[in-house]
């Protein structure tokens, strides 16, 4: 993780009491984050921004990346009374995975 993106989940987790959820907009992370709560714990829901695929902004079932599930995510969030926030890691996960891996 770059430094800029440590600074930025430090301050979100101390904001938070330390529990971040990340959250993909499926019932998995959806359900995790309601029962952290159930649960007694302070969270903030994060999604992380890996590539852009233009094919998933428009897509009309259920994926892992499409704008619909993070605008899911983001409800959730909402609705239980979070924070959330999107960050976006893209061009750190291009050049440190993506281009590492075609390259090998």
Do not use: H, W
């Not at 409800?75 to 890691?89: D, I, K, L, W």
């Amino acid at each position: 993780m770059t430094t800029a993106c440590s600074r930025i989940v430090s301050i979100v987790l101390t904001a938070a009491g330390e529990s971040l959820i990340a959250m993909s907009g499926g019932v998995d992370s959806s359900g995790a984050a309601l029962l952290t709560q159930n649960r007694g714990y302070d969270y903030v829901g994060c999604t992380m921004k890996l590539f852009d695929d233009p094919s998933t902004e428009t897509a009309r079932s259920r994926t892992c990346c499409a704008l619909e599930d993070v605008e899911y995510a983001r409800s959730v969030a909402f609705r239980t009374g979070v924070p959330y926030y999107v960050f976006n890691f893209r061009d750190n996960f291009r050049s440190k995975v993506t281009e590492k891996y075609i390259q090998s």
